[in-house]
């Protein structure tokens, strides 16, 4: 995936999770880890990164999981995750 670039703020996204249900399929957050312009991902980023992550599953009853997706995988309007193919769909 070709990092998107946000040249308003000079941010490049470099990885959408999709967080969701994995019983249901509903999402529960998209995430968007974005750096500044010439710069890339770093260990403390990904660190940080796994503390969001363990953070989030923290908070629902529910097994939550997630797929790594590029910003033309998310169709316009409510998203869900189809969990018998693992695909994002129109919600």
């Known amino acids: 995936m070709q990092p998107k670039a946000n040249p308003g703020m000079g941010l490049r996204v470099m990885e959408t999770r999709v967080y969701y ?35 989030l599953r ?10 790594n997706a590029g910003d033309s995988d998310l169709p316009a309007g409510p998203i869900r995750v189809d969990v018998n193919t693992r695909t994002i769909m129109n919600g």
Do not use: M, P, T, Y
């Open 58 to 67: 923290s908070q629902h009853e529910r097994e939550i999981d997630f797929l």
């Open 21 to 55: 249900d994995a019983i249901s399929g509903d999402v529960v957050h998209v995430h968007r880890l974005a750096v500044g312009a010439g710069q890339e991902v770093d260990e403390n980023l990904r660190k940080g990164l796994e503390a969001f992550d363990q953070w």
